[in-house]
């Protein structure tokens, strides 16, 4: 049977229509020296032996089925991965430049989305891994998952058995993928009127029962289905209102143990410091230029990940809620942060994240554009790897993610390492084109929020 898309994976891969709500994720990872690139080859090529996708590519399929994986034809290795000597300025600003680059370009959808490239050379000695990967690849989690198979705990690379064997591509048959989309759909239909036969008479009986609480329950389940799928119409900032198709990436760093100890003394957690220290940053921002913030639309993602989900894979919803921007105090404003975050995450609308992804499918393209194209910013956090690790010998310094914009003016993209807090910042320009400051005003936000814990 055909392996379709998650209704969630179908729903960033179809609003890619517009190409400022692509969803390419871009990491980079710095290194001592260079490694040992036989090694670093053979980890991707167990990686791509392991996780079928990283072989294969995406077809569309009949509507209404989502589109399908199915094996590359010609998958080459060695297409995705690269090695290059350093371009000048040969450090991390001259790194970042490529890694803009390849945020800013779409993947050959006739091959599978990821691709990685070593830049040999740096002016230090030292060498970088830039990964650039489509979201339904995998999510933050499932990437830090990923990177422990190709990481070592040492300087000496650890002895791996054979892993999985290459796997067969099947020849593609006339028509089996509109058969397979037509058993898709099929079994949906039959799935729905199965529960709906199921669970029909524990619903009857519990209107019976408790007529109010049920009522109840259904209008807190569709008021909070309405705010997920809610259309924005307009910007809460009113400065950064534009959005275009060029990016700027930039990089700061924050103590981990600070951030941590600010957020507990003002009863949040460190997610809530993280998203109070960017808020922090975009109300100097606004105030630099003279124009009043107070709310401003955020997309966070949520994870939906559970123990026994396999490695890899895309598993996170994205929440739109209202952040306090403009409140001055910092400890006042992770408390609020605190409270909108969990109320977010206890929204009744998750368990049903698939299906709402499901009808938002069926949606024109321009409703899509218009529930994201109007977001703020989006903030995300990603636990990393906690102790120092190793790529093909080479000891990796510091790894910074820069997740998709997705329609916002700015990602901040929170990536931890040893006991760094490393931010990956992916700027719109349209809506911020004086990075600069910007990087200035959210460097500020951030000493605010850690002053907290002095």
Same mark, same amino acid.
Request: a negative charge; aromatic letters at 6%; glycine letters at 8%.
């Given at each position: 049977?055909?392996?379709?898309?998650?209704?969630?994976?179908?729903?960033?891969?179809?609003?890619?229509?517009?190409?400022?709500?692509?969803?390419?994720?871009?990491?980079?990872?710095?290194?001592?020296?260079?490694?040992?690139?036989?090694?670093?080859?053979?980890?991707?090529?167990?990686?791509?032996?392991?996780?079928?996708?990283?072989?294969?590519?995406?077809?569309?399929?009949?509507?209404?089925?989502?589109?399908?994986?199915?094996?590359?034809?010609?998958?080459?290795?060695?297409?995705?991965?690269?090695?290059?000597?350093?371009?000048?300025?040969?450090?991390?600003?001259?790194?970042?430049?490529?890694?803009?680059?390849?945020?800013?370009?779409?993947?050959?959808?006739?091959?599978?989305?990821?691709?990685?490239?070593?830049?040999?050379?740096?002016?230090?000695?030292?060498?970088?891994?830039?990964?650039?990967?489509?979201?339904?690849?995998?999510?933050?989690?499932?990437?830090?998952?990923?990177?422990?198979?190709?990481?070592?705990?040492?300087?000496?690379?650890?002895?791996?058995?054979?892993?999985?064997?290459? *796997? +067969?591509?099947? $020849?593609?048959? #006339? !028509?089996?993928?509109? /058969?397979?989309? @037509? =058993?898709?759909?099929?079994? &949906?239909?039959?799935?729905?009127?199965?529960?709906?036969?199921?669970?029909?008479?524990?619903?009857?009986?519990?209107?019976?029962?408790?007529?109010?609480?049920?009522?109840?329950?259904?209008?807190?389940?569709?008021?909070?289905?309405?705010?997920?799928?809610? *259309? +924005?119409?307009? $910007?809460?900032? #009113? !400065?950064?209102?534009? /959005?275009?198709? @060029? =990016?700027?990436?930039?990089? &700061?760093?924050?103590?981990?143990?600070?951030?941590?100890?600010?957020?507990?003394?003002?009863?949040?957690?460190?997610?809530?410091?993280?998203?109070?220290?960017?808020?922090?940053?975009?109300?100097?921002?606004?105030?630099?230029?003279?124009?009043?913030?107070?709310?401003?639309?955020? $997309?966070?993602?949520?994870?939906?990940?559970?123990?026994?989900?396999?490695?890899?894979?895309?598993?996170?919803?994205?929440?739109?809620?209202?952040?306090?921007?403009?409140?001055?105090?910092?400890?006042?404003?992770?408390?609020?942060?605190?409270?909108?975050?969990?109320?977010?995450?206890?929204?009744?609308?998750?368990?049903?994240?698939?299906?709402?992804?499901?009808?938002?499918?069926?949606?024109?393209?321009?409703?899509?554009?218009?529930?994201?194209?109007?977001?703020?910013?989006?903030?995300?956090?990603?636990?990393?790897?906690?102790?120092?690790?190793?790529?093909?010998?080479?000891?990796?310094?510091?790894?910074?993610?820069?997740?998709?914009?997705?329609?916002?003016?700015?990602?901040?993209?929170?990536?931890?390492?040893?006991?760094?807090?490393?931010?990956?910042?992916?700027?719109?320009?349209?809506?911020?084109?004086?990075?600069?400051?910007?990087?200035?005003?959210?460097?500020?936000?951030?000493?605010?929020?850690?002053?907290?814990?002095?």
């Amino acid at each position: 049977m055909t392996e379709f898309m998650r209704n969630t994976d179908a729903f960033t891969w179809s609003m890619e229509a517009d190409p400022r709500l692509r969803s390419t994720v871009v990491t980079v990872i710095l290194l001592d020296r260079s490694p040992d690139w036989h090694l670093v080859r053979g980890r991707f090529d167990r990686v791509s032996r392991e996780l079928p996708m990283f072989r294969q590519r995406v077809v569309n399929s009949p509507p209404p089925a989502p589109p399908r994986w199915e094996y590359a034809p010609d998958f080459d290795l060695d297409f995705h991965l690269r090695r290059i000597s350093a371009p000048q300025p040969g450090n991390l600003d001259g790194v970042l430049e490529m890694a803009r680059l390849a945020a800013m370009s779409d993947f050959d959808r006739a091959r599978p989305m990821w691709e990685v490239t070593l830049i040999d050379g740096l002016d230090d000695g030292g060498a970088a891994v830039l990964c650039k990967f489509h979201h339904a690849l995998t999510d933050g989690v499932g990437g830090v998952q990923i990177a422990m198979t190709l990481f070592d705990l040492t300087p000496e690379p650890r002895t791996l058995d054979d892993g999985p064997a290459e *796997p +067969v591509v099947p $020849t593609a048959q #006339p !028509l089996e993928g509109y /058969r397979d989309a @037509v =058993r898709y759909d099929a079994g &949906l239909m039959s799935k729905a009127v199965t529960e709906t036969v199921r669970n029909a008479p524990k619903l009857l009986l519990n209107t019976i029962r408790r007529p109010l609480q049920s009522v109840e329950a259904a209008g807190e389940l569709a008021a909070s289905v309405y705010r997920t799928v809610r *259309p +924005v119409n307009n $910007t809460g900032s #009113p !400065l950064m209102k534009d /959005r275009t198709l @060029v =990016r700027r990436l930039g990089v &700061l760093e924050v103590p981990m143990p600070r951030l941590r100890e600010a957020a507990h003394r003002s009863g949040g957690a460190l997610n809530d410091a993280f998203v109070a220290g960017v808020a922090g940053g975009l109300r100097r921002y606004h105030d630099k230029h003279g124009v009043p913030v107070g709310d401003l639309h955020l $997309t966070m993602p949520i994870s939906l990940r559970s123990a026994d989900d396999e490695m890899g894979g895309n598993r996170i919803t994205l929440m739109r809620f209202d952040v306090p921007v403009g409140v001055a105090d910092p400890a006042q404003r992770i408390s609020d942060i605190h409270e909108r975050t969990n109320r977010v995450r206890h929204e009744k609308s998750l368990p049903y994240t698939q299906l709402i992804a499901g009808a938002l499918n069926l949606m024109p393209r321009w409703y899509i554009g218009s529930i994201l194209r109007h977001v703020d910013f989006l903030c995300s956090d990603v636990p990393g790897v906690p102790v120092q690790v190793f790529l093909g010998g080479a000891q990796v310094r510091m790894q910074y993610a820069f997740g998709p914009t997705v329609g916002a003016a700015v990602n901040v993209t929170l990536l931890t390492y040893v006991d760094t807090c490393s931010l990956g910042i992916d700027v719109d320009t349209g809506a911020i084109p004086d990075y600069e400051e910007f990087h200035d005003c959210l460097a500020a936000g951030f000493e605010e929020v850690l002053a907290l814990a002095d």
